[in-house]
């Protein structure tokens, strides 16, 4: 129904910027918020933050909070992770989500994308 698709990661000395991508193609009118999240080896996802693909409002994690945000392009379906004075600890690949509730406080993310691999080097 929906389709996702993560781009711009890459290798990045600690301290430099990257802009994650996510692009939404299929149903996307179902689409009422995308996600960030991300996963290093042998560890758990790790939410990241959202934001209303309506009303375009934005909710970043304590963890990253200062350094990331999330953004959404003028009218197209794609939404951006800047993230700024990457460290080390950033490594991870960098998923996209989608979900089709409307509810803000309780979304539930149904679709995934492949993923982006990020690396930090010290």
């Known amino acids: 129904q929906v389709q996702l698709v993560e781009s711009g990661g890459g290798l990045v000395q600690a301290g430099g910027s990257l802009r994650l991508s996510c692009a939404a193609s299929?149903?996307?009118?179902?689409?009422?918020?995308m996600g960030w999240f991300r996963q290093a080896p042998g560890k758990e996802r790790e939410f990241l933050g959202r934001i209303s693909m309506t009303g375009g409002s934005t909710l970043v994690a304590d963890s990253v909070k200062g350094r990331f945000t999330i953004s959404r392009a003028n009218a197209k379906d794609t939404v951006y992770l800047f993230m700024d004075s990457l460290k080390p600890e950033d490594t991870a690949i960098y998923y996209c989500?989608?979900?089709?509730?409307?509810?803000?406080?309780?979304?539930?993310?149904?679709?995934w994308g492949q993923g982006t691999q990020v690396t930090v080097s010290s």
């Open positions: 989500a989608a979900s089709m509730s409307a509810r803000w406080e309780t979304p539930t993310y149904a679709y």
């Open positions: 299929g149903r996307t009118v179902s689409t009422s918020i």
